[in-house]
C-alpha cells in the first residue's frame, strides 16, 4: 500500500498567520492518464470531513482563496495564507491513484 | 444540492455483522460511485471500497477481505455497506462518499462492536 506520510503532525498558528503541511507519498503518484490524484480534506472537531483540494491544486466550490494545493510526483504542500478561526482542526491527505487509496495520519492545526 | 443520509447508530457483538445504508440525492445515483470509509476513534482515516453506482461492480481493501460486501438499490438510489465478523477494531465512525474523490460525504455512521 501507498504510505502517506504528513508533517509536522501537531501545527500551532496564531490567526492571521500562515500555515503550511507537507505530505509524502512512498510512489509516485502521477496517474497513466497524466493526472495526479491527491486530494486534501479539513475535519472540525466533531465533524465530517470535508474536501478542500483535489487532484494537487484544484479547489472545491466555496473553498476560500486562501487555501492552495501545489506540489508533484511524491511530494506535496497543502497552504493557508492567512489562518482565520475556522480553519482550526484536521488536515488530511489522500491519495487516488493506487488501490488501496490511502490517508496521511493527520495534522493537527491549533490556536497558539 | 446533493446529500448523502446514513442510517443511525448501531451497537453490535463480536462475531455479528453490521448493514449500513447511504441514501443519495441532488444528482443522477448510477452517475457516481458511492465509497466506504472509516475512522476509528481518535484515528486518521481507513479507505474500505467503493461500488459503482451503474454496474453495481466493486472493490474493496484487502484488509477487508471476505468481510465487506458492497450493494446498491438504484430504485432507492440506496448503497449499502455490510461487515461480518465483526471485532471490537471495527469500533468506528462509517461514512458513506461520492466518487474516488470523496467530494460529497455522509454524516456518518457509529458503529460500536461492544459485548
Known amino acids: 500500500d501507498v504510505v502517506m506520510t504528513q508533517s509536522p503532525l501537531s501545527l500551532p498558528v496564531t490567526l492571521g498567520q500562515p500555515a503550511s503541511i507537507s505530505c509524502r507519498s512512498s510512489q509516485s503518484l502521477v496517474y497513466r492518464d497524466g493526472d495526479t490524484y491527491l486530494n486534501w480534506f479539513q475535519q472540525r472537531p466533531g465533524q465530517t470531513p470535508r474536501r478542500l483540494i483535489y487532484?494537487?491544486?484544484k479547489r472545491d466550490s466555496g473553498v476560500p482563496d486562501r487555501f492552495s494545493g501545489s506540489g508533484s510526483g511524491t511530494d506535496f504542500t497543502l497552504k493557508i495564507s492567512r489562518v482565520e478561526a475556522e480553519d482550526f482542526g484536521v488536515y488530511y491527505c489522500?491519495?487516488?491513484?493506487?488501490?488501496?487509496?490511502?490517508f496521511g495520519q493527520g495534522t493537527k492545526l491549533e490556536i497558539k | 444540492q446533493v446529500h448523502l443520509v446514513q442510517s443511525g447508530v448501531e451497537v453490535k457483538e463480536p462475531g455479528a455483522s453490521v448493514k449500513v445504508s447511504c441514501k443519495a440525492s441532488?444528482?443522477?445515483?448510477?452517475?457516481?460511485?458511492i465509497h466506504w470509509v472509516r475512522q476509528a476513534p481518535g484515528q486518521s482515516l481507513e479507505w474500505m471500497g467503493w461500488i459503482n453506482g451503474a454496474t453495481g461492480g466493486t472493490n474493496h481493501s484487502h484488509k477487508f477481505q471476505g468481510r465487506v460486501t458492497f450493494t446498491r438499490d438504484t430504485s432507492a438510489t440506496t448503497a449499502y455497506m455490510e461487515l461480518s465478523r465483526l471485532k471490537s477494531e471495527d469500533t468506528a465512525v462509517y461514512h458513506c462518499?461520492?466518487?474516488?474523490?470523496?467530494?460529497?460525504w455522509g454524516q456518518g455512521t457509529t458503529v460500536t462492536v461492544s459485548s
Open positions: 487532484k494537487v491544486s
Open positions: 489522500m491519495q487516488g491513484t493506487h488501490w488501496p487509496y490511502t
Open positions: 462518499a461520492r466518487s474516488g474523490g470523496l467530494d460529497v
Open positions: 441532488g444528482y443522477t445515483f448510477k452517475t457516481y460511485d
